[in-house]
């Protein structure tokens, strides 16, 4: 079993769509949870980052993480075709050694 | 420069040759980390620095060879490579002093082993 499960889709959303991204795992010594926006020929950028669990918001983003069904999500309201992206989880017991999901491409229909 | 630049940015070398990927970050962190990110898999850490010394080897074959002369500068010397270890070589820093260890990450060098 991989320690982080994540779906790489692809997901494809037409535009002002709400994206749900999801990642599963089974180390329940996580306790930083981090999810990281890639574009093309880019590295990843911190996109947000909850320390155990409970709702985070920023703007047009939601990271929700529930550490009893070791589960966490990112939402995306009201999409634009500039977030079409590649989304990788991330998550670790100290917040030094990460242990990434596989990344779920999404594309945005203008 | 700002951030986390790594040079050069697309690599072709043969499986006889020897190479080195540059990682510069310009943040003032102490942490530095190499991945490797190859298609439809997770990035996989290879090699952590915390202020210049070498805190995660992650069974890392020997044909890669990391160096940390200071904080801000971290190599990866490559040798003898195999054409399974074409891929996206990721550089990152972080602050390194505790607390929220965000990882600020270079663009990457594009490696393809012949």
């Known amino acids: 079993q991989k320690e982080v499960e994540q779906d790489p889709g692809p997901l494809s959303v037409p535009e002002g769509a709400i994206v749900s991204l999801n990642c599963t795992y089974s180390?329940?010594?996580?306790?930083?949870f981090m999810w990281y926006r890639q574009y093309s020929r880019k590295g990843p950028e911190l996109l947000m980052y909850?320390?155990?669990?409970g709702n985070k918001e920023d703007g047009r983003f939601t990271a929700q993480v529930d550490k009893s069904s070791k589960y966490i999500s990112l939402f995306i309201r009201d999409s634009q075709p500039s977030d079409s992206a590649t989304y990788l989880c991330?998550?670790?017991?100290?917040?030094?050694?990460?242990?990434f999901g596989a990344g779920t491409t999404v594309t945005v229909r203008a | 420069e700002t951030g986390v630049t790594q040079t050069p940015r697309h690599l072709v070398m043969g499986m006889t040759n020897k190479k080195s990927l540059k990682c510069e970050q310009h943040?003032?962190?102490?942490?530095m980390y190499w991945y490797k990110q190859s298609a439809k898999k997770p990035l996989e850490l290879m090699f952590v620095?915390?202020?210049?010394?070498?805190?995660e080897n992650n069974s890392v074959p020997s044909r890669f060879s990391p160096e940390c002369p200071n904080s801000s500068h971290l190599f990866l010397h490559l040798h003898t490579l195999q054409p399974e270890d074409s891929a996206l070589y990721l550089c990152?820093?972080?602050?390194?002093?505790?607390?929220?260890?965000?990882?600020?990450f270079g663009p990457g060098t594009r490696l393809l082993v012949l």
């Open positions: 909850t320390y155990s669990s």
């Open positions: 620095y915390n202020f210049k010394e070498q805190t």
């Open positions: 990152a820093s972080s602050p390194g002093q505790g607390g929220q260890e965000t990882q600020y």
């Open positions: 180390n329940s010594a996580f306790q930083y």
């Open positions: 991330a998550m670790s017991v100290d917040d030094y050694k990460l242990s």
């Open positions: 943040l003032g962190h102490n942490a």
